[in-house]
Every structure is written in structure tokens, then in C-alpha cells.
């Protein structure tokens, strides 16, 4: 029988939670707005209380939270949100609150290193090894699983936080992160787009000029993730990849700024299926999370 799971989706707005079994099979799901951690992880649990009484016990369950966080078991920190600005979510510990009210094995990683796990088991990213998962949204931030594993590390990976060539004369907007300014997600996260254009993201016309300076942008990060990574496939999801025009242009632009150097034909010949919206759209978050569920019972 296929083990019974939770996953909950931790995000900076809202937490998504479900149960069940995988992506044809979940049973039940609530969402709530992200406030305080008591309030919030409180209704998280009281949530799977609740199924737990109705369905029966939850084998796991997984959390994809937003971070940073500290996915390391061997930290004394493991299981927490640390140095967010998020007012008290600071040093909040999540899982461990999770696992000594609900006794269960609680899996706790990144939302997008959730979002990549759940694209490889059910999603766009079945059969690979290595590749990545952006996500360009309210932030932008990416997982990576590399030879079959997600990638830690240090700590995690911040996608969202490379530099890029910044030329002033064609966008002199100065970006946005408070950190580094014109970093990628400073340049190109949906805020970004939305405070360069003097109008919310989501409103811009798909002829406007936001959107090819939005793929040049995307195209420059992509160069520097596929000349670091090599990563076999590219999963871009996030809000502001609902523009559909920004695919085909995010991938004409990534082949003109590798300029034919890395000899693929994943890249020269099947662009179109090496950078690819998620396999599991909108639910590959909360997927996600379920993913990393079964990922403690392996
Ligand atoms: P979050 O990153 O907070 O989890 P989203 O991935 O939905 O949530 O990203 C929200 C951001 O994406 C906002 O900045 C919003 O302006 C932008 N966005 C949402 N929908 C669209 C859309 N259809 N087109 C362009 N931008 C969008
Ligand atoms: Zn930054």
C-alpha cells in the first residue's frame, strides 16, 4: 500500500497543507494566510490532527518552507526558519514543533528543493539526475538535485542572489534586493518588474518591452546555471512565468547567450523540452512537500 502523507507548503503569504498518497491522490487540503509561527504551525497541526482522526496516521510528513533555513539533520538548528526578516519567523523552529506534537518523521527542505523532488517524482523531471527548479515570483530562488540527490551544502543554495551584466544606459533601474541591489532577484523578481514599470507585473500587456528585458535577464542567469550545473533539464515556475510568451523567449535568448559553447542537443536542437514549465503546474509546491514526506520513509 502506498503510505499515507502530509505535506505542508510554508510559504512567506500563505501555507497550503494536504494528505494523501501522491499526485493523483490527495484527500484533503486547507490554506490559511503565513502570521505568526504559534498561530500558523498551530493551524498546520490541528489540520492534520484532525485527518489523522478521520483517515487514520500519517506516515510523514514534509515541509517546503520558505527560508533560509537549516535543512542540516546534524545542526542544532535543523528544522528552523533562521535569519528571515519575516517579523517573528526569526530562529522560529518548524519542524521540531511539527514532530513532537504529531510523532511522525518530518522531512524539512527548501520550497524549491520541495518543488524540485516533487517535478522528479511525479512531474517534469522524471528519469533525470540532475537539474534545477526556479522559481521567479514574489523572490526568485531555485532547488537543484544533482546526481540524484538535493542539493545542501553549505546551507542551501540562493539562486535568486547571483549577479548579472547590469547595463545602465538600456535599464537603469538600480534593482531591488536589499542585499545587493541589482542581483537577479533584485532585477527580475515580480516586485521588480512591477517597481521598474511603475505597474503591478500581472498587468503588463504581453507586447510590452518588460517582458524581453525579463527573458534577457532570466537568459543570463540561465547561462551561468547550465555553465556551473550542467543540469540535464530546466523547470521555471513562480507567478511571473504565467506570462506565456516569456518561454519561447527565455529560450531563444539562453541559446543566443551560450552562443553554441556548450554543445548540447538538449540546447542546440530541443530547447522546448529543456526549459519547461513544472510538470505538476500549480501543485508542485504542496507536491512538493508531500515528496518530501516519502522522501523519510525511503
Ligand atoms: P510567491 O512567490 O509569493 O509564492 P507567486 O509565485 O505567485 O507567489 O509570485 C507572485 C509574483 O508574481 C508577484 O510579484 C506578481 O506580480 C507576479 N505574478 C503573478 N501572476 C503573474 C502573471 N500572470 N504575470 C506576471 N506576473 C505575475
Ligand atoms: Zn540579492
Known sequence: MKPFVG?????????????????????????????TPAETIGRAIAFFQAQQANRGPLAAIGIAAFGPLDPNPQSPTYGYIT??????????????????????????????NGAAL???????AQGLDTFIYLTIGTGIGGGVMVNGQLLHGLIHPEMGHISLPHDWAADPYAGRCPYHGDCLEGMAAGPAIGDRWG??????????PAWALEAHYL???????????????????????????????????????LNGYVQ??????????????????????????????LAQLA
Open 264 to 293: 548540447s542537443p538538449a540546447i542546440l536542437q530541443q530547447i522546448d523540452s529543456y526549459i519547461v514549465p513544472p510538470g505538476l503546474g500549480n501543485r508542485a509546491g504542496v507536491l512538493g512537500a508531500m515528496a518530501l514526506a
Open 219 to 257: 537568459a543570463l542567469a540561465l547561462r551561468t546555471f547550465i555553465c556551473t550545473l550542467s543540469p540535464q533539464r530546466i523547470i521555471l515556475g513562480g507567478g511571473v512565468m504565467e506570462q506565456p510568451q516569456l518561454f519561447p523567449l527565455v529560450r531563444q535568448k539562453t541559446q543566443a547567450v
Open 199 to 208: 505597474q503591478p507585473a500581472f498587468e503588463l500587456p504581453a507586447g510590452h
Open 7 to 35: 505535506g505542508i507548503e510554508a510559504g512567506g503569504t500563505k501555507f497550503v497543507c494536504a494528505v494523501g498518497t501522491g499526485r493523483d491522490d490527495i484527500q484533503a487540503e486547507t490554506r490559511f494566510p503565513t502570521t
Open 118 to 124: 516533487g517535478e522528479w517524482r511525479w512531474g517534469a
Open 83 to 112: 535569519t528571515t526578516p519575516k517579523p517573528g519567523w526569526a530562529n522560529a523552529d518548524f519542524a521540531g514543533a511539527v514532530a513532537r506534537v504529531l510523532s511522525v518523521p518530518v522531512g524539512f527542505d527548501t520550497d524549491v
